[in-house]
């Protein structure tokens, strides 16, 4: 079966500081990972993904994950936070082993950047 | 770009009614999802569906669910008896296909049932 966790409900950081939003995951094969941002009201953005390659995958918005095969994880990163990255953002697995083409999200972390 | 289109945006109806939720995924695309998202908390997955018929569902997508893709274009997700703990946002999404690629969504249908 496979899971993600997001452990942080929501995570708050000053404006210019860097950002972490943790994600770990549990799959039975490869993992396919993927970080989505939700503005209020709006549907789903897609920021990144890793499937294989480099461990470290840039996306939109400044954005960047590093993706951890021996933690199991994938955090998603910014060097410097700005007030408009205030959102929900999700963390999504694909397990390659199942053969299923859905996507199985974590709960989100609420992100606020603080002026 | 483009995008995957959804309506109604909000639909309010009464517990047992049957709704309607419709989708236009992006033309090229060749998986469809639908999923939800109570009070704007975890987003859940529904059903998958590829070549006219559903690839996977879950638990939640019980006997009052149905999907359907009757034209070339739209795809639908049918409520037949709606029950108060229907109501969430439902998210309409679509893929390429190839298992690499993201999904995309559309903006959403609220629906209220009172």
């Known amino acids: 079966a496979q899971s993600v966790a997001q452990p942080e409900d929501q995570v708050n950081v000053a404006e210019g500081n860097p950002l972490t939003v943790k994600c770990t995951y549990s799959?039975?094969?490869?993992?396919?990972l993927f970080w989505y941002v939700q503005y209020p009201n709006r549907g789903l953005q897609f920021l990144l993904k890793y499937i294989t390659g480099d461990n470290l995958v840039k996306g939109s918005y400044g954005f960047e994950a590093e993706f951890n095969k021996s933690q199991t994880s994938f955090h998603l990163k910014k060097p410097s936070a700005l007030v408009s990255d205030s959102a929900l953002y999700f963390c999504?697995?694909?397990?390659?082993?199942?053969?299923?083409?859905?996507?199985?999200f974590g709960t989100g972390t609420r992100l606020t950047v603080i002026p | 770009e483009p995008e995957v289109t959804q309506t109604p945006s909000h639909q309010v109806t009464q517990m047992g009614q049957e709704v309607i939720l419709r989708c236009v995924p992006i033309?090229?695309?060749?998986?469809f999802y639908w999923y939800r998202q109570i009070l704007g908390q975890k987003v859940e997955f529904l059903v998958s569906f590829y070549n006219n018929e559903i690839s996977e569902k879950s638990e939640i997508f019980d006997d009052q669910f149905s999907v359907e893709r009757p034209d070339g274009s739209n795809f639908t997700l049918k409520i037949r008896s709606t029950k108060l703990e229907d109501s969430a946002m439902y998210f309409c999404a679509s893929s390429e296909g190839i298992n690499t690629g993201e999904l995309f969504f559309g903006e959403g249908s609220r629906l209220t049932v009172l």
């Open positions: 999504a697995v694909r397990d390659t082993q199942t053969g299923a083409n859905n996507l199985f």
């Open positions: 033309s090229n695309h060749l998986y």
């Open positions: 799959v039975s094969g490869n993992p396919y």
